[in-house]
């Protein structure tokens, strides 16, 4: 009887932990749909909501553009607006449309004449739509005029960007800009070029164009930076999934990559893309051959194998680290252990990027020691809370446990940044290189072939370090466009076309 009873406990027991377990799976669940679920509908920000704490609010005021009032019209006062005018460009012409009255207007009523003595400017912004043209390219040949034999004489070809394309530089770089830089895929553009100018292009000969200039003008651009980048002692690196649809020994379903990294040099300023069929680290060993320095990343492991070689150092990102108890703070099903455990280390995290805040435009030697002096305590109290609280979260499970681990796993890495004050505390320059990409997904969806995807690599190169450089995209494409395929022709050096190089007059 007694045995009978111990094996009924046992069981009960055994039953018990198994129902707790699947308690805890099912709230996993339950805050994994949560999450997936805004994910897909939610606004995708940093921000929380008002009564939780943030580290990327700021306070924001509306901009107007002001028109100087006629006084003479003022007849109900003016609400005054909040904020600063903004200010007219000075980089706009200004095109002088003068509005007069009427000569018979101007004899005053006691029969004098009125005389001018002052005039009111108000201002509107106006645009004059995109106009296709046709470039006619004339060359001259010239014979003997006796007819004595000789060879005729005829004009040297221009220097096309495409050879045997009818595009120019600025059509070509028009369209890479509106697609990669606007999101407007290509088949928009071209049933926009026939609605609206009567120009017949189909979206294969827009796709052939882009592949076509990128194989042919900026992939040895993107080659050269290459060298560069790995020359260089900081990089920040990410990645981003991506669709291809004719992929070899892939479903068309199946995920592909487009890689990024940012050179944090200030010399040499610069943003690559590669695509990569794949998310495994040997594209890491790839992209990062010969590189030495800090290497800033999220928490993916396919860094480790290059971040374990000597003479490079592995960084952690802080928003990443905050991310997931983010998440938990927006859920609607989350529990109130794992909020409150969520609302205190966002708040210590916060603190740090106060810091970071008013230590923005600092020399590095004083970033360095005001981190020293006032983030490392932060970071120590960090430490503590976390192996204080670490066994209650693993106990609590689902996402808050999932929170935990990360940042403990990350934390050594977290801490890196205190020792050299030009190193950032987070890996948001990479996301934010990422982020036209993703939002031109939404809009082209997919590549078509493993060549579109590496084309799209390169414009998207070309593009991210025109800006990064504060370069106009369009200028500087127009520019590189107009100017390769003659330096092609000289054999000369591409140094100068690189975007920290770059004159444009």
């Keep these: 009887m007694k045995k009978e009873l111990e094996s009924l406990q046992n069981l009960a027991a055994k039953q018990t932990g198994t129902i707790v377990e699947q308690a805890k799976t099912i ?12 994910q897909k509908y939610d606004v995708k920000s940093e921000k929380l909501t008002s009564n939780q704490p943030s580290l990327f609010d700021e306070p924001t005021q509306e901009e107007y553009v002001a028109q100087e009032d006629d006084p003479q019209e003022i007849v109900i006062p003016v609400h005054k607006r909040k904020g600063k005018s903004r200010s007219l460009p000075d980089h706009l012409p200004h095109i002088r449309i003068e509005h007069d009255i009427d000569d018979k207007d101007k004899i005053c009523s006691c029969g004098c004449a009125m005389r001018y003595f002052k005039e009111i400017i108000s201002h509107q912004y106006d645009v004059e739509p995109a106009q296709f043209r046709i470039i006619d390219n004339v060359r001259f040949a010239y014979t003997c005029s006796k007819g ?4 005729p004489i005829t004009a040297p070809r221009f220097n096309a960007v495409l050879p ?4 120019t530089p600025s059509l070509l770089a028009t369209i890479g800009v509106q697609k990669f830089e606007d999101g407007l895929p290509l088949v928009r553009q071209a049933k926009i070029y026939k609605q609206r100018f009567n120009v017949q292009f189909s979206d294969t000969t827009l796709s052939n164009w882009m592949i076509g200039a990128s194989k042919l003008r900026l992939s040895p651009l993107v080659a050269l930076m290459d060298t560069y980048m790995k020359q260089s002692s900081y990089i920040q690196a990410d990645e981003t999934t991506f669709q291809v649809l004719n992929e070899e020994k892939k479903k068309a379903t199946a995920k592909s990559y487009l890689w990024i990294r940012v050179n944090k040099d200030e010399t040499k300023k610069m943003v690559l893309l590669h695509y990569s ?12 051959d010969g590189f030495n320095g800090y290497l800033q990343t999220d928490g993916y492991a396919g860094y480790n194998i290059k971040a374990k070689e000597a003479g490079v150092t592995h960084l952690g990102c802080w928003a990443h680290g905050r991310r997931r108890f983010a998440d938990i703070l927006k859920s609607t099903i989350s529990d109130k252990q794992s909020q409150s455990l969520s609302k205190e280390i966002i708040a210590l995290i916060a603190k740090l990027y106060k810091i970071e805040k008013e230590i923005k435009e600092d020399p590095l030697e004083i970033k360095q020691q005001t981190r020293e002096d006032k983030s490392k305590p932060i970071i120590d109290e960090i430490e503590c809370w976390l192996e204080h609280n670490l066994a209650l979260a693993n106990q609590t499970g689902g996402a808050i446990k999932t929170a935990f681990n990360y940042l403990y796993r990350q934390f050594p890495k977290l801490c ?15 996301e934010n290189h990422i982020r036209p990409i ?13 060549k579109g995807a590496t084309a799209l690599a390169n414009w998207y190169s070309i593009i991210e370090s025109a800006k990064i450089n504060k370069l106009d995209p369009f200028t500087y494409l127009k520019h590189i466009f107009t100017e390769l395929p003659l330096y092609e022709k000289e054999n000369r050096s591409l140094e100068p076309l690189l975007p920290w190089n770059i004159v444009i007059k």
Aim: with cysteine; glycine share 4%; net charge positive.
């Design 148 to 151: 004595c034999g000789a060879k």
């Design 27 to 38: 709230r996993y669940l339950e805050e994994k749909i949560d999450y997936l679920i805004r």
């Design 164 to 167: 045997k394309a009818q595009v």
């Design 416 to 430: 890196v940044y205190l020792e050299n004050g030009k190193l950032n505390i987070d890996n948001n320059q990479a």
């Design 438 to 450: 993703a939002v031109g997904r939404k809009n082209w969806l997919f590549a078509t072939s493993t």
């Design 277 to 288: 069929s794949n998310r495994a680290s040997s594209t890491v060993t790839t992209l990062l």
